[in-house]
């Protein structure tokens, strides 16, 4: 229970199924929003169940230490998809196990389904807006079947709705939309409490090279990015490349951002695949935008690679790249690098 609107009502629907439920809160020292326990444990009352407090600080320093490691880098990170497959549904399923529980449930907007043969696999949301399956694809496989999300098939303005009919003092709250252990809009303020001597200045130079004026970090900008450069280039740019390594940034035009494929690993697949197999499915790179047509192959079991039909503008080393069948969560995997200008 996160003392959001969303696993206080997955509680009420739980018990609605007959389910005996207990709440657990994630406790650490690096919150931004220290009220959440109160409203956890407002929830927990209002339905009458306990609420155990798990201090989680030494899993937590581990997804900083990757955020902070992959910005240095020159990449962009997820560390919601990081968190979500070592502290919820990592960390949280052994916390289940030692209170006996037989499974766990969280109030993300996902689903599950069996495929032929019994196969558990992860799914859409019937809210494709509140969709969350992207950031759940490094989930063990073998925790599905123990696993419980009954906003799935839920719109969140049912989900609102209940919570006012029940009387939850959370019905109206904000949906968190940033990084829980950073204050909106600050990681690089954050970045750089925790990295004082990072040496990440350098220049913005084109693509052929030629330096077009200096930034004071590298650790503010995305592939992809269009805004917030500080500077005026005469015309409209987008950021095409970081390299951690000359502290560049290289700057270019919306086309030099498009590529044909990108290189994944650390990957994780709820629908086995073979190495060396090509199949087809649809990809999706950003939590916001849609999944494209492409063929993927396993190169090795924790590496694949994807080609697009047509050329994608913006894949950025960090994120994540996501298999879809349909409404299917495949498996997914970070991404290394891309691959094959046009």
Same mark, same amino acid.
């Given at each position: 229970?996160?003392?959001?609107?969303?696993?206080?009502?997955?509680?009420?629907?739980?018990?609605?199924?007959?389910?005996?439920?207990?709440?657990?809160?994630?406790?650490?020292?690096?919150?931004?929003?220290?009220?959440?326990?109160?409203?956890?444990?407002?929830?927990?009352?209002?339905?009458?169940?306990?609420?155990?407090?798990?201090?989680?600080?030494?899993?937590?320093?581990?997804?900083?230490?990757?955020?902070?490691?992959?910005?240095?880098?020159?990449?962009?990170?997820?560390?919601?998809?990081?968190?979500?497959?070592?502290?919820?549904?990592?960390?949280?399923? +052994? @916390?289940?196990?030692?209170?006996?529980? !037989?499974?766990?449930?969280? #109030? /993300?907007? &996902?689903?599950? *389904?069996?495929?032929?043969?019994?196969?558990?696999?992860?799914?859409?949301?019937?809210?494709?807006?509140?969709?969350?399956?992207?950031?759940?694809?490094?989930?063990?496989?073998?925790?599905?079947?123990?696993?419980?999300?009954?906003?799935?098939?839920?719109?969140?303005?049912?989900?609102?709705?209940?919570?006012?009919?029940?009387?939850?003092?959370?019905?109206?709250?904000?949906?968190?939309?940033?990084?829980?252990?950073?204050?909106?809009?600050?990681?690089? +303020? @954050?970045?750089?409490?925790?990295?004082? !001597?990072?040496?990440?200045? #350098? /220049?913005? &130079?084109?693509? *052929?090279?030629?330096?077009?004026?200096?930034?004071?970090?590298?650790?503010?900008?995305?592939?992809?990015?269009?805004?917030?450069?500080?500077?005026?280039?005469?015309?409209?740019?987008?950021?095409?490349?970081?390299?951690?390594?000359?502290?560049?940034?290289?700057?270019?035009?919306?086309?030099?951002?498009?590529?044909?494929?990108?290189?994944?690993?650390?990957?994780?697949?709820?629908?086995?695949?073979?190495?060396?197999?090509?199949?087809?499915?649809?990809?999706?790179?950003?939590?916001?935008?849609?999944?494209?047509?492409?063929?993927?192959?396993?190169?090795?079991?924790?590496?694949?690679?994807?080609?697009?039909?047509?050329?994608?503008?913006?894949?950025?080393?960090?994120?994540?790249?996501?298999?879809?069948?349909?409404?299917?969560?495949?498996?997914?995997?970070?991404?290394?690098?891309?691959?094959?200008?046009?």
């Amino acid at each position: 229970m996160s003392g959001g609107v969303d696993s206080s009502v997955a509680v009420s629907l739980l018990q609605e199924q007959g389910h005996t439920v207990s709440g657990v809160y994630m406790k650490h020292s690096f919150q931004t929003r220290p009220a959440d326990r109160e409203d956890a444990q407002k929830a927990a009352d209002l339905f009458g169940i306990p609420l155990h407090v798990v201090e989680m600080d030494e899993p937590f320093r581990e997804i900083l230490e990757r955020f902070c490691e992959d910005y240095l880098a020159g990449r962009t990170p997820n560390p919601c998809a990081l968190c979500n497959r070592k502290i919820k549904f990592g960390r949280l399923l +052994e @916390f289940a196990d030692s209170i006996g529980a !037989d499974g766990l449930a969280t #109030g /993300h907007y &996902v689903r599950l *389904d069996s495929l032929a043969g019994g196969l558990p696999v992860l799914c859409r949301a019937k809210d494709l807006s509140k969709d969350q399956s992207y950031s759940l694809y490094g989930i063990n496989p073998t925790a599905l079947p123990r696993l419980h999300f009954p906003l799935g098939n839920l719109l969140k303005s049912q989900v609102r709705e209940r919570a006012r009919q029940l009387g939850l003092h959370l019905s109206e709250k904000k949906d968190s939309q940033e990084i829980c252990f950073v204050e909106p809009h600050k990681h690089v +303020e @954050f970045l750089r409490q925790r990295n004082p !001597d990072a040496n990440t200045a #350098g /220049h913005f &130079v084109s693509t *052929d090279g030629t330096i077009l004026g200096k930034h004071d970090g590298y650790e503010q900008f995305t592939i992809g990015q269009r805004k917030g450069m500080k500077i005026g280039f005469g015309r409209r740019v987008f950021v095409v490349q970081i390299d951690a390594t000359t502290k560049n940034v290289v700057i270019g035009n919306f086309d030099d951002l498009a590529v044909r494929g990108l290189v994944a690993n650390e990957s994780n697949w709820f629908v086995p695949r073979s190495v060396g197999a090509p199949f087809r499915c649809d990809v999706k790179i950003r939590y916001r935008n849609a999944a494209s047509p492409a063929e993927v192959v396993l190169t090795a079991a924790d590496e694949f690679h994807v080609r697009f039909d047509d050329p994608k503008h913006g894949v950025a080393p960090g994120q994540i790249a996501v298999c879809y069948l349909n409404d299917h969560v495949l498996g997914g995997g970070t991404i290394r690098n891309s691959v094959e200008r046009p």
